[in-house]
């Protein structure tokens, strides 16, 4: 059993600079792929970044990339996503989640355990 806890979000400018925390509890939390996913009002759950459980790979939407990082520290039990030159467009949700693998790594469907989300609010 994993169990996740997101924190780090708020309200910045829009060119501005925020890094999301996604603590886990659980002895298995090392092995498991970790996203992030975003929701804003009124719009479908979409993959915003993935790291598999090594931190070698990782994959991120069209959307932010070049503007996010995706990073683990597997001796902190801690995922992190540093988000860079934010824009109002941002602004959503942010909900990490795991899975024992990669596969189908952006579709929200598959993956096995969620935070509870926290709220990003990026103004113009």
């Known amino acids: 059993q994993v169990q996740l806890v997101e924190s780090g979000g708020g309200l910045v400018q829009a060119g501005g600079s925020l890094r999301l925390s996604c603590a886990a509890s659980g002895p298995t939390f090392s092995s498991y792929a970790v996203a992030w996913f975003r929701q804003a009002p009124g719009k479908e759950r979409e993959f915003v970044a993935v790291i598999s459980w090594t931190g070698i790979n990782t994959y991120y939407a069209d959307s932010v990339k070049g503007r996010n990082t995706i990073s683990r520290d597997n001796a902190k039990n801690t995922v992190y996503l540093q988000m860079n030159s934010l824009k109002p467009e941002d602004t959503a949700v942010y909900y990490c989640?795991?899975?024992?693998?990669?596969?189908?790594?952006?579709?929200?469907?598959?993956?096995?355990?969620w935070g509870q989300g926290t709220q990003v609010t990026v103004s113009s």
């Open positions: 989640a795991a899975k024992p693998n990669l596969l189908y790594y952006n579709d929200y469907e598959g993956y096995n355990y």
